[in-house]
């Protein structure tokens, strides 16, 4: 008798750290916030009654397991390769959520874990690559574009993802040489078009790589430093910067290149030749009479130096050459698009109700943005706080009256990505107007110190939005909230 009660002790804790170990795959996998793995999986630990130790490190979670009865300890290494997917991210949430209030059993819950694990894409390749053609379409007014530059960006953008794919295929250690061969497609594309005087280099360039940009690492990194995690912060931080770094650098090669081989020197100087007579005030001086050449030297200054996005336009050209960020209203237009496009490229099904959350919540932090930029003129980091902090508490309210069937993570998500691109743009995007006029590894750390102020900002607003949500909700200590 003492022997089948032992077995069936053994059984039932041998389940409950399988559900543990499966749910710290999944989180891994499909792109939980590294800064909030551990705590969750504490609460895990405590609710299923194990002693149990979690430590994260890179691509890995560590699991101790300790048996006070015995002296003994049992270590597991969960390993997996992280990827954003949030309408998987969401179905976890959901079994987590289950199993913590005793819906379904640890069992039901270990086989609905490998269900998921298991399942597709919920787009094929093709699929994928018209949602990367929408992205580049609905992005580029962000970046000062007009309806020209957005008809024809997304071409290279379509391209570089196909490129990408073949080559991840054949081989994921060549990822780095996709990633630079992507910015300079994307840049020798854009400075040919731009030769012609009809496209603005900078809108293209920029966002025919947008897609590609290191988002949501850079975000976790500056979490993790928010959350004194010094060691992750510092690894994922870095990343972010060098992989920035390396798409500045190919968009500089891109450039100079197609400048090179076509013998064609970008300039940005501004001229305006007028014909008249100038008459001196007091009467005094001479009277001048011909044609004067009026020069904007400030034009010369390249995008890294102005603050923004530097797509010159004359008035007199017609309404589908000029900038559509011109029109503060516009906005509404394009967001919302890009938000529903960005949510399934990062693996939300269409047909589901979040989705239109989702894009609802990043409407509602874009115009926080904008109002944030109206008063705020020029201060870009307190803006780049406001739209994230905004996001989070409306994730999180749409999360309480929806009694947690919906995840709080997930719903914001998709506006804290497109916070980075914009932010980005407000702060002088990322292509460089010069093409050979400065030095290259200068202007891509540039960029890349100007990815990581736009995602501390929103980090820093993240972090301020959970910390009201978690006041909000000190009364339920039982299990961890999916949120930032």
């Not at 954003?84 to 069992?107: F, N, P, Q, T």
């Not at 990367?132 to 574009?145: H, R, T």
């Not at 004359?314 to 029109?327: F, N, V």
Request: with cysteine.
């Amino acid at each position: 008798m003492i022997l089948k009660q032992t077995s069936h002790t053994s059984t039932a804790v041998r389940a409950r750290q399988t559900f543990m170990q499966k749910l710290a795959k999944a989180l891994i996998s499909f792109g939980f916030p590294p800064h909030r793995l551990e705590p969750t999986l504490d609460a895990v630990a405590t609710y299923l009654h194990l002693d149990a130790t979690t430590s994260f490190s890179a691509r890995r979670v560590q699991i101790v397991y300790e048996d006070k009865k015995t002296g003994t300890s049992l270590t597991r290494v969960i390993r997996a390769a992280p990827a954003l997917a949030l309408g998987k991210l969401h179905d976890i949430h959901m079994i987590y959520r289950a199993v913590m209030h005793d819906e379904i059993s640890i069992d039901d819950g270990s086989r609905r874990l490998d269900e998921i694990i298991r399942a597709p894409d919920p787009y094929p390749l093709w699929g994928k690559v018209l949602i990367v053609w929408g992205c580049g379409l609905f992005i580029c007014p962000a970046f000062g574009g007009s309806v020209l530059d957005a008809l024809v960006v997304s071409v290279p953008g379509a391209l570089i993802f196909l490129v990408q794919q073949y080559i991840a295929s054949k081989n994921s250690n060549l990822k780095s040489i996709s990633n630079m061969l992507a910015a300079i497609i994307g840049a020798f594309y854009a400075r040919g078009l731009a030769s012609t005087g009809y496209f603005c280099f900078e809108a293209i360039a920029s966002a025919s790589i947008v897609f590609i940009l290191p988002a949501f690492p850079a975000l976790c990194g500056a979490l993790e430093l928010l959350n004194e995690n010094w060691e992750r912060a510092v690894a994922s931080i870095g990343y972010a910067v060098l992989y920035v770094v390396v798409l500045g650098m190919g968009l500089s090669i891109g450039s100079q290149l197609f400048c090179d081989i076509a013998n064609y020197t970008p300039s940005n100087t501004g001229t305006e030749t007028i014909t008249g007579m100038f008459v001196a005030g007091s009467q005094t001086a001479p009277l001048f009479q011909g044609s004067f050449t009026f020069t904007n030297q400030t034009s010369s200054i390249s995008s890294l130096a102005q603050g923004n996005v530097n797509c010159l336009s004359d008035p007199s050209w017609p309404w589908w050459r000029q900038s559509i960020s011109q029109y503060s209203w516009t906005w509404i237009l394009y967001i919302p698009c890009f938000a529903l496009l960005l949510s399934m490229l990062n693996g939300q099904p269409f047909m589901k109700k979040q989705t239109l959350l989702m894009v609802i919540i990043a409407v509602i932090g874009q115009a926080a943005n904008q109002a944030a930029n109206r008063w705020l003129l020029g201060q870009t980091y307190v803006v780049n706080v406001v739209g994230p902090f905004t996001l989070g508490i409306a994730g999180i309210v749409a999360s309480r009256l929806s009694h947690g069937r919906q995840t709080a993570l997930t719903l914001m998500l998709p506006g804290v990505l497109v916070s980075v691109p914009g932010g980005i743009a407000a702060a002088g995007g990322l292509a460089m107007t010069e093409g050979g006029t400065s030095d290259v590894a200068i202007n891509a750390l540039g960029i890349g110190g100007r990815m990581i102020s736009v995602a501390t900002g929103i980090s820093l607003g993240l972090v301020l939005s959970a910390a009201v949500g978690y006041v909000a909700q000190l009364h339920k200590k039982r299990t961890a909230i999916f949120a930032f």
